[in-house]
């Protein structure tokens, strides 16, 4: 079994409910039957990502992430980065820095490392332009990305390289997403994250922050057995995120097995009452999402 719990469904300036972060957790035998799943990942971890981790720590199905009160960070196994924006990678120094000090064996100069997941496009300038102000000071010496994670770098370009799995049976592949141009699309990295069961051959989507590119990504869609999409509430000339009234041109039957994330805090104002109706409905935070028996 794989399951979806969004830490946050909003975009990147939510209050309500935090920013669009996602915990799959792969189970060989599922939650019922188990006290924690065989392996975890985050699909992106932003600036709100490490106060929803402690709310959900607290709920009774998800004790595991909890060490005495605080987060249980080697609990989560892996981190995939779509694309370096502060919402999908601000709470990474936290991450890092808790697995090192307080879950790690400082002395012995051993720290719990997750693997690292993304292209060779954003991991290159992750450190340099990201990470490196807060975490290269270390006591007696400078650090290295690698000194807090095991890292996986993958290459878009190459379908042998694009792609890993969890539980040798779940497939995540990336494709590009068409968020921010800064010369023409594409050329500024930015990713979705297409999952597959290669055991019965299901899909689910995850479109990542993207303009909308529908028929770039139309046949992913189309053959999944669920999707996430992100969408925008508020009308703008030249989004760089996908706008409500585009999703609602999207086939009937593809948007009743799609739910929408990465949405504004207006979204229970009663102006948005027909996306129960017309998709799948808005995500929820903390709610589990089964994407494959």
Do not use: C
């Amino acid at each position: 079994m794989l399951t979806l719990t969004f830490l946050g469904v909003g975009g990147a300036f939510a209050k309500r409910n935090f920013q669009s972060n996602a915990l799959l957790e792969a189970w060989s035998q599922g939650p019922d039957k188990q006290e924690s799943p065989d392996d975890t990942l985050l699909i992106d971890f932003g600036t709100t990502g490490p106060i929803s981790l402690h709310q959900l720590r607290t709920h009774p199905e998800f004790a595991y992430l909890d060490a005495n009160g605080i987060v249980n960070y080697p609990a989560i196994r892996r981190v995939l980065v779509t694309h370096p924006h502060a919402d999908h990678i601000g709470g990474l120094e936290e991450l890092a820095l808790a697995n090192m000090f307080l879950f790690g064996e400082r002395d012995a100069g051993r720290a719990f490392k997750p693997q690292l997941i993304s292209t060779s496009s954003i991991m290159v300038n992750l450190w340099d332009h990201s990470l490196k102000g807060g975490l290269s000071g270390m006591p007696g010496r400078y650090a290295l990305l690698q000194d807090y994670f095991f890292i996986l770098s993958l290459r878009e370009s190459d379908p042998e390289r694009n792609s890993f799995q969890m539980l040798k049976r779940y497939e995540f592949a990336l494709f590009p997403t068409n968020h921010i141009a800064i010369q023409h699309k594409y050329d500024w990295p930015s990713y979705g994250v297409n999952i597959t069961d290669t055991k019965t051959g299901e899909s689910a989507f995850y479109s990542g922050d993207t303009r909308f590119d529908y028929p770039v990504y139309s046949q992913m869609m189309g053959s999944a057995r669920i999707n996430f999409h992100e969408a925008q509430l508020i009308e703008q000339p030249d989004p760089v995120h996908t706008l409500l009234s585009q999703l609602r041109t999207l086939p009937a039957d593809v948007k009743k097995k799609t739910w929408l994330y990465h949405y504004g805090d207006d979204w229970d104002s009663g102006a948005y009452k027909a996306v129960d109706e017309e998709f799948a409905g808005f995500a929820r935070q903390h709610e589990r999402y089964v994407l494959f028996d």
